[in-house]
């Protein structure tokens, strides 16, 4: 059965660093993608960035240059490092998965959630 746990987050100042981490159990295939998305109150879930299964990359405008993905694929964890953080980006981080090429909000699999939030 396929599990993530997201770890990592918590509240900063704007301007602040954190770091993400998505730890993947429960299979070992090679096929598949991988991405962050988040949720704030009263609004949808949106992408943040996403890595195919060929290993590109895909991050919204509004990260670009200040968010880096990342993975460890022996330790079998992806990462979000989420530098110059912005009020804005306060929201619930979600990791999620899919057997697929690239990954979208109606991925297969997500994490629980991990809590950011900025304070100005």
């Known amino acids: 059965q396929v599990q993530l746990v997201e770890s990592g987050g918590g509240s900063v100042q704007s301007g602040g660093s954190l770091r993400l981490s998505c730890a993947r159990f429960?299979?070992?295939?090679?096929?598949?993608?991988m991405g962050w998305f988040r949720q704030a109150p009263g609004k949808e879930r949106e992408e943040v960035v996403t890595i195919d299964i060929d290993g590109g990359t895909s991050y919204a405008d509004s990260v670009k240059g200040r968010f880096t993905i990342s993975q460890d694929k022996a330790k079998n964890t992806l990462y979000l490092q989420m530098n110059s953080l912005k009020p804005e980006d306060t929201a619930m981080y979600y990791c999620?998965?899919?057997?697929?090429?690239?990954?979208?909000?109606?991925?297969?699999?997500w994490g629980q959630g991990t809590q950011v939030s900025v304070s100005s």
């Open positions: 999620a998965t899919d057997f697929q090429r690239h990954c979208t909000v109606r991925a297969r699999y």
């Open positions: 429960g299979y070992s295939y090679s096929y598949y993608c």
